[in-house]
């Protein structure tokens, strides 16, 4: 049964950061690429990052791109979302991602709120 837990989320001050993590289970963690997507109220689920399964190559989106970064620990069957400069449109839902066997699993998500 695979399952993704997110944690770390919480409310940040625009300029700050915060660090998400996503514990992974019931597959074999390092033969699969992890993602992370974000849901704000009203919009679609966007994908924010994206690391290959050995952590050797990443990809983000142009909002994000130098702020945030994804890591991953494959002995620990863990992938974090380094977030940096927060801004208010970062507010979101942030759900971790994986795809064995060609089907998504998706976390619980965790809340991110940027605001002063």
């Known amino acids: 049964q695979v399952q993704l837990v997110e944690s770390g989320g919480g409310l940040a001050q625009p300029g700050g950061s915060l660090r998400l993590s996503c514990a992974a289970s019931?597959?074999?963690?390092?033969?699969?690429?992890m993602r992370w997507f974000r849901q704000a109220p009203g919009k679609e689920r966007e994908l924010v990052a994206f690391i290959s399964s050995n952590g050797g190559s990443a990809n983000y989106a142009d909002s994000v791109k130098g702020r945030f970064t994804i890591s991953r620990d494959n002995a620990k069957n863990t992938v974090y979302l380094q977030m940096n400069s927060l801004k208010p449109d970062d507010t979101a839902v942030y759900y971790c991602?994986?795809?064995?066997?060609?089907?998504?699993?998706w976390g619980q998500g965790t809340q991110v709120t940027v605001s002063s």
């Open positions: 019931g597959f074999t963690f390092n033969m699969y690429a």
């Open positions: 991602n994986a795809r064995p066997w060609s089907t998504n699993y």
